[in-house]
């Protein structure tokens, strides 16, 4: 193995670029710690992981993410700090919002600008990012009260470069199709459950992969995506260089571009929506990985546990209720996808849906998103006030969950205090959802100024307008840019950062 991955916090963001280069790159060896409290995986990965990576003469690279102490790790194991270094930014904590100033914990950034030092390669996934944490060393290190170190800033970025993040930008075109003949039990149909979640088509490439994963009982006439949503889709997959997905793969060797009609024969799917909600995604996240704490990365089967997370956390079907979206008009789907955490600023978020309702205005919300050891207490508050109006509450383990939520959604919407990137924002965007996110932090690098407002009072002002015409939005097509970010348009950046020649005092 000559790639060395190693992630002392495997969830989120983090787990799904390692197991995307894990996955598309050979010869990896990946090394990691479950997504649990970030202040210690911060303060002591490194010394567990000098104790518990093997000693090879294959590797040439180390690839980590920046919530590891690299500075400890090249000191603790010489023969890991002889290897091509790079450190991958997330997120970086010289700009991280705390809840107080004094809060904020020196240690972390200092340790991440000595992790710079010691790095050959410094990536960042956003040019926000990237700058933000640069210009804010120097006044970072006037924290240290004498004897201050100079020309940090200088001496870090010439190593510096900005790879955007790759999203796998899923198929929601054909996710539920029939394969073969029909069975018949007892009355009920069955068909082959094709899952072709990420299914990669290259330029100059009519190739497409499937994998069998069970059958599924079905009914008629479901979709996993409404009718209003298939001009979006059209755009989505007719955008230069976005191979990550396919329309269909009854019929492989037909061209890419369809008209209408042949695309609603494509969602007019034969399998029953919320009956494939308990099929698992390929690469589960760690929790369902219970042998240790530290492993050597491998992919696990655990789908009736997903599922039924999955089933505690939904509240009603989305498909039950909005199914008919196409023939009445519905009432404004909202979905919030984000960490349940103070610096995604849930009270504003649930302020502005308050007022929503304060007003009279019809709408449904999801809130989706990962919570950790301390949740703000907001949330149980604001889903009983919501009461009736809530769709979905809590985190979808299932990917196939997640992105069917998505899919039935109009609005998306952050109220993020710190953003280096957002991919939540974007999966949500590729599934037809109208973005609406702060005029500040990465967002103007990635969405059109039509989508971004600058105070609360502005958000919900754009809601109240979608809330009386919900149709504005589902006839509106997206107008910015998505392949930057596909894992179609970035691999090639990833594999030469990956396998360029090792040093020459190796």
């Known amino acids: 193995m000559s790639i060395l991955i190693i992630e002392a916090f495997y969830g989120g963001s983090h787990k799904q670029l390692v197991d995307l280069l894990q996955e598309e790159l050979e010869d990896c060896a990946v090394y990691t710690l479950p997504a649990k409290k970030w202040h210690w995986r911060a303060r ?43 450190l991958y930014f997330h997120e970086n904590q010289l700009v991280y919002p705390v809840k107080k100033c004094q809060d904020r914990d020196f240690q972390y950034g200092y340790n991440q600008i000595l992790s710079c030092l010691v790095a050959d390669l410094v990536v960042f996934n956003s040019v926000f990012n990237m700058e933000s944490f640069l210009t804010s060393i120097g006044t970072f290190m006037k924290l240290i009260p004498d004897h201050r170190p100079k020309d940090l800033e200088n001496i870090i970025r010439p190593k510096c470069q900005v790879i955007y993040f790759p999203i796998r930008f899923p198929d929601v075109s054909s996710t539920f199709t029939r394969a073969g003949a029909r069975e018949e039990k007892g009355g009920v149909q069955t068909c082959a459950y094709l899952h072709r979640h990420f299914t990669e088509l290259m330029p100059g490439q009519c190739n497409c992969t499937v994998q069998l994963h069970r059958k599924a009982s079905f009914t008629p006439s479901r979709r996993f995506m409404p009718k209003h949503k298939i001009a ?3 755009k989505m997959l ?16 037909q061209p890419e571009q369809r008209d209408s009609e042949n695309l609603l024969e494509n969602f007019n799917l034969e399998c029953d929506v919320h009956s494939g909600l308990n099929t698992a995604q390929e690469n589960l996240d760690s929790s369902s990985m219970q042998e240790s704490d530290f ?13 039924a997370e999955s089933k505690e956390n939904l509240t009603c079907n ?11 008009p519905q009432p404004l789907h909202i979905v919030w996808p984000h960490r349940w955490e103070h610096d ?15 007003l009279e205005l019809q709408f449904y919300i999801s809130v989706l998103g990962e919570t950790f050891t301390d949740v703000p207490d907001v949330f149980s508050k604001a889903k009983k006030a919501l009461g009736s109006s809530v769709l979905h509450w809590g985190y979808l383990p299932c990917k196939d969950d997640y992105f069917q939520v998505l899919c039935m959604a109009d609005v998306v919407i952050s109220t993020a205090k710190h953003e280096f990137f957002g991919v939540a924002m974007l999966e949500a965007v590729y599934c037809g959802c109208y973005p609406l996110c702060p005029k500040n932090l990465v967002y103007p690098e990635i969405f059109p100024a039509e989508y971004l407002y600058s105070t609360p009072e502005q958000l919900s002002k754009r809601l109240q307008n979608f809330c009386k015409r919900p149709d504005i939005v589902r006839k509106h097509l997206y107008k910015g840019e998505m392949t930057p970010f596909s894992w179609a348009a970035l691999h090639g950046k990833f594999r030469s950062l990956l396998t360029r020649e090792p040093r020459e005092d190796l």
Do not use: W
């Open 44 to 86: 002591t990965a490194a010394l567990f992981f000098s104790q518990n990576i093997p000693f090879s003469e294959h590797y040439r690279i180390l690839f980590a993410s920046s919530v590891l102490n690299l500075t400890e790790l090249a000191a603790l194991r010489p023969d890991l700090g002889k290897l091509k270094k790079i």
């Open 232 to 234: 979006h889709l059209q």
């Open 238 to 253: 007719s955008l230069k260089g976005n191979g990550d997905v396919t329309l269909s793969m009854a019929h492989p060797s």
């Open 295 to 307: 492993k050597k990365s491998n992919s696990t089967d655990n789908s009736s546990s997903l599922h």
């Open 318 to 328: 989305p498909c039950d209720i909005l199914g008919g979206a196409d023939d009445q």
């Open 344 to 358: 995604k600023d849930p009270e504003t978020f649930f302020k502005v849906l308050m007022h929503l309702k304060d």
